[in-house]
């Protein structure tokens, strides 16, 4: 189950988006495992994809026609990556692509490819192109949860959050989803999310709002340690809201909005992490008081991908040597072991490089036992603070990854 995670409730309609899901049959068990998103033709849309060298196919062909033409849709499925397909898996997301773009009378450079699933296998092009006519008949501002429901794989809950917030005297709305659980240390994105604004917004202004949001959210992520292949992020803006456009990356419109759609990307980052596989805890682990942000990110995680340090937590073991251990790894020039301090929660666990006089292994157990925990490092070097959300390391984790394709 996941950590602190509860089901999404209703989510905002964002005017110049409409949406669907459906089933192409690419799972065993019926379910919805194909979306699709529209995007109004007015919309600016700023991305980020996986830095994996085996990036899929359909990260492949949605950075080139990024790079040709504006896009109009986002087409998604779910139980198949389409990657490690060679060029055969790049013709299949191309046919799709085009089988698409004749259903809507628009390029086929116009339209977005997403996969997420099983690595390896061809992609199910007949299955797909057979439901898109479905998928096209049944677009609607109010299908952000069927859609979300649709893009999970070994995800128990969909990952949902909308806000809205005044600007220029307009409320502007936001709506996001995202999925993953495993498989996740992004080094750009997400696996997949897709999060839209109807907020008035130059593309300019839009890519930096990315950037800024995805280097505090889901850059600072870690279930596992590992790369996807096929991460993406999508940021929409439809421009359809009243808002004085904002173009000026230090004007107060523009600080707002980051906030706004950084308090959704935060939102739907923890919830991958909460929803981690086979995860019973969830896992704040905050520097603090280093020399620079390499450096506390460094010890950051170090301790969130030690297989020691995560298999403690899972069994509420208050082995804090492992936590030392995997400061003492990380990449810090010359650090003074004698002023490093560590809390766990509230409790005093190291202080001066050493055992806290005031700690006892009772407290430890204790706070150990907790759902939610904040693993907070002094490293008394300077004044940088980084933090970052991990899980434990559970028996179901190793359960779920030895039977993924059974």
Not at 62 to 76: A, G, M, Q, T, V
Not at 120 to 130: F, M, Q, R, S, W
């Amino acid at each position: 189950m996941p950590v602190g995670l509860e089901h999404p409730q209703s989510l905002l309609i964002i005017e110049g988006i409409r949406l669907s899901a459906s089933s192409a049959d690419i799972y065993k068990e019926k379910r919805n495992d194909i979306a699709l998103i529209e995007i109004s033709d007015d919309g600016v849309i700023s991305a980020a994809f996986t830095k994996n060298h085996f990036c899929a196919a359909p990260v492949q062909i949605s950075k080139d026609n990024l790079n040709e033409s504006k896009p109009r849709y986002c087409l998604i499925n779910a139980g198949n990556a389409n990657a490690g397909t060679g060029e055969s898996g790049i013709q299949n997301a191309r046919i799709v692509c085009e089988t698409l773009a004749n259903l809507t009378h628009c390029s086929k450079s116009e339209i977005l490819p997403f996969s997420t699933g099983v690595i390896g296998e061809d992609l199910p092009v007949e299955k797909i192109n057979k439901v898109l006519p479905i998928l096209l008949k049944n677009l609607s501002g109010d299908h952000w949860l069927d859609v979300a429901k649709s893009i999970m794989t070994t995800d128990t809950i969909p990952k949902a959050v909308s806000r809205q917030v005044k600007i220029s005297n307009s409320t502007i709305s936001i709506t996001g989803i995202a999925k993953g659980s495993g498989m996740i240390k992004p080094n750009m994105a997400t696996m997949l999310s897709f999060l839209a604004t109807d907020a008035n917004v130059t593309k300019d202004c839009l890519d930096e709002i990315k950037n800024r949001a995805l280097k505090k959210s889901f850059n600072r992520i870690v279930v596992d340690g590992d790369t996807s292949t096929n991460d993406s992020f999508i940021l929409i803006s439809t421009c359809r809201a009243k808002n004085s456009i904002i173009n000026k990356k230090n004007s107060k419109e523009f600080t707002v909005l980051e906030n706004e759609i950084t308090k959704v990307c935060c939102s739907l980052a923890q919830a991958i992490v909460r929803d981690g596989e086979g995860a019973t805890k969830f896992i704040s682990i905050v520097v603090e008081e280093g020399k620079d942000e390499a450096e506390c990110l460094s010890v950051a995680y170090s301790i969130a991908q030690s297989p020691l340090v995560k298999t403690a937590f899972t069994a509420s073991d208050p082995n804090w040597g492992r936590i030392i251990a995997a400061i003492g790894n990380a990449n810090v020039d010359k650090l003074d072991i004698a002023k490093v301090n560590i809390h766990i929660n509230n409790v005093c666990v190291v202080d001066g490089g050493e055992r806290s006089k005031t700690y006892t292994e009772d407290e430890g157990k204790k706070v150990m036992m907790e759902d939610e925990i904040i693993l907070k490092v002094s490293l008394k070097r300077g004044v940088c603070c980084e933090e970052v959300w991990t899980t434990d390391l559970s028996y179901e984790y190793v359960k779920i990854n030895s039977e993924y394709r059974s």
